[in-house]
């Protein structure tokens, strides 16, 4: 009987295991709740899970990530063809500092974690444990539960806070991050499909390379955003792998390729670059509504393709 | 008889009388041989000609004009509504100094000429005639005409060189100019029309207003042009009239409004002027290939359109 | 006695006779009265008299003139050296029809006048004297008095207001320009001196010739502006006169020589442009304060000079 | 007696142990040839000896690296001040797969890797041993003497080719890198001093924090560069930390601070952003002679500067 609808739930990859960063932010998925929660080991095995069917989408962690980072991710959606990003989440990042059962904070001297989380936790660690030493974790939950089974030769891990709800730990410390208001942007990533309606609300986000490696090509590429009033909230440079000095460029720019001043945007950047790739138009994480001028609004694109037609089968133009 | 196919004849008007450098300009359009030729007394009658049907066409100065020139011509075109250039002459700028027959250089005291031709032979008249004094004329060719009749007060004056065959006039002095290869541009202008077809070697002339003083703007303008890999052959700025700073451009581009990127520009340009004026697309007068990047050839809009297409209906990419 | 005296004042060169729009923006200046003011018939001879000694300062008109106007005047600042502009005044521009004593506006057929006045009236001319004809002449001042002693054909002549005050005119109408705003703008010239120190409500005055014809350039030039804050209020392209295509820009920017932002902005141009004049930095005529970015003010000027020296000296930074 | 000679002798810093790449590009300093080469764990350490004065000068991979790479040096660079980038050393990148002395390749399941010489192996790895499993290590070769001694539960190691000079191991495969030309670029970082004199094949590296978010911004710093002629040879961003969508930028420009256009630029860059750093002027790794436009020479930043003291001294302009 369970059977018969168990066809119908959809599967959903995410860095785990259970207690993860990732986790968190696929529990603010609506869409989400009581599907199948598969957790993966990175991100192309999660970009792989989309593109061979196995799970309807991936989420993963984009910017600023604290449990296998940005450029990963970025270089794994520069190179995995046929995905969409087709939404955005913001968790909050916290990190705890936990150890085996019985354990306490005089005892730390080896202490796991993932470099990215290590680093963003320096600070505390220097000042509340001047001789620890690093073992780097290629995952802070996994290397969390080697330390309990025994696996990993340190005492302590560095872990999000939802370890504590997963596992039994010892909680050695709390808040051990630096930054008080660190945040990872996560998205969600499905097969290629035609965009969802655009909300107000929504960013497109491309990978860009440039047709070569003078600052006039990184300048000509910003202004077909600025000559169309698009404000981009994130411009991350990735080497393109093939030699130095060769960049691609992450971007996010705000508006739907639905919107009139985007899609012709999307046109001047296909025009100028060897290759563009169209990540998807989705909701951005913060619901904020885009503000832009007048003067690039839908209407007046419209109106100046009126006027060209009109130019073009030599109407008398009025009032122009 | 001659009634009958009369009315198969078209008239072009021209800024008269016969002799003029705009008669000159009207001698090198295939078209017009053997057609009516009206001339007429300056650029504001020779538009109403073309607006009101009298005329198929007008020649008028455009650039460094001897006979009435840039400005006057250039604010026409920017407010008389319903007309397009379509074609563009270029006429060798000479001239001679005339009296009335038996005349002698020795005896010229008053020196009749239009202001501009005047101010183009002055290092001339300094050195030859450095007692003279000037009459300001309307047109160099009616004031010839004047100073033969004795409506002239002058001794003698400033004349382009096909008065010599319309007129008994005495030659004073050749090539008194004081600029040896100088030039005037003339247009050919008529009814708004569909544009002729492309040659190859066109040029689209505009009038394109700025949304305000700031010289941000004039860049934006610019921009339109240079991101479209579009060079401009003229580019003047002229009052608006309204208030002091406020400016109109107007522009000669390569190209043709039937080329990808040509059209593309007008767009922009539409969509962020308050005004824009097309004038027309025409072949140059030098007839020169214009000349382009590979990348804004048509080619390269057809296939970024057909990209964006793919995008919005949700084919994966293949290669982009 | 007198004569002790008259050696010490100073003698100002303007448009004349008496009663032009040039002699009204001579009186605005302070330091012009009780000084010989001295009528002459071009901006030729007006900047002779500057250089050569005869005059301390000449008034001429620079932008959007009545008589005599614009383009002569830039090209003369263009070409002239060893001149200064020392101060800028504005003069509402109005027209005035006139006729000899016991004219009436009836009898009119013939009217003489400047071509830049006359298209100034057209209207008003077009509506209340459709049958009339136009006679130019190079003053409108000196053809009106050539109309009263009979020596100009016409029988009425458009003139400023100011001629009523100096000559026993009938007045046929007033108000008669198209435009109840018109302005012309003036500049006082006078030998190259030391800038005067700034006000803090002054502009800069160049003529700047472009490296070669093609968009870019122009671009370039604009941004030695832009990228240091500073606005243009006039920005006019004028032929260089040695072939069609290429150009030069007169300009006014906001801002005084001893500003760092523009003396910045004047090296960058120097660097870039195969010529440009500096043609002087006066107090605006609308003595409006010019108001820039913090960030371009002269203290931050100084604070980089400070640091790229500590670079060089090999000082280690402080919070820089 | 030796301690006599000792103190003269100098200390780098580079990531040990012996056989890294770091060490095969301190290999290429001639300076540090005979000196002291003292090892240390990361980027931190190696920069705390130069601030400290343990050593003169620690080598650095600064991008495309392989042993802890780039984001990690380039926030190092931009936070840890009095240090200057001296040198600049290119060493290509390539890897072999170790094992314990009498191990084959068969006998692989677990391979310790840094993740970054993990990634850049992935290839090879998944189609040579497509059952293994991935041991993440901090070092490359601290990881592989581990795993001699039994440290390291791993049975096979990638490590770069120098380790078969120092260490006795098993060499399992060759070459096993996906790119063939990877090459790792490494800065050598002494104290601030004076920048050495130019040798015209010059960088400049620099890092920029842009003074808000929008696309402007960049734009606007870019144009530091290119308006006066200067090519980037490298620009990345990075998040600056203390919220999502806030960068600085890490650029190496092409010359020396000892040059005008470069001096010039550091000016304007210092006027226009909340911080910029100056890491310093050095010889290329690649010796390659800086080429710019004739316009961007010394000898036009002198002449312009002659230029601007003219004016403001009140020398008329001769044949400007």
Redesign the interface.
Known sequence: MNTESEPSRRTYSYLGPAGTFTEAALAQVVEARDQIWRPVRNVAEALADVVDGTSHAAMIAI??SVDGGV??AQDALATV??IRIIGEY?VPVNFVLVGRPGATLADVSLVSAH?VAY?QCLGWLSESLPEHA?????SNVASTLDLLDGANPANAAIAPPGILEHHDVELLAENIGD?D?A?T?FVLVGK????PAPTGADKTSLIVEL?D????A???M??????RGI???????R?I?????R?RFVIDADGH??DERV?DA???L???SP????LGSYPRADRAVVHYPE??SDE??V???D??RG????????G?
Not at 134 to 138: G, I, L, R, S
């Open positions: 910017e600023n450029s990963t063809p046929g913001v470099p680093a690093h073992v780097p974790a290629a930054k208001d945040m942007r290629t499909v035609t965009p047709p490696d003078h600052p006039g990184l300048m000509e910003l202004e077909q955003f600025a000559t404000n981009l909230s994130l411009l991350a440079s080497p792998g093939d030699a130095l000095g960049y390729v639905h899609a999307l046109l001047g296909r025009r100028f290759k563009v790739i169209f003067r690039y007046v694109f109106e100046a393709r006027w060209l130019i073009l089968s030599g109407e008398p133009e009025h122009s």
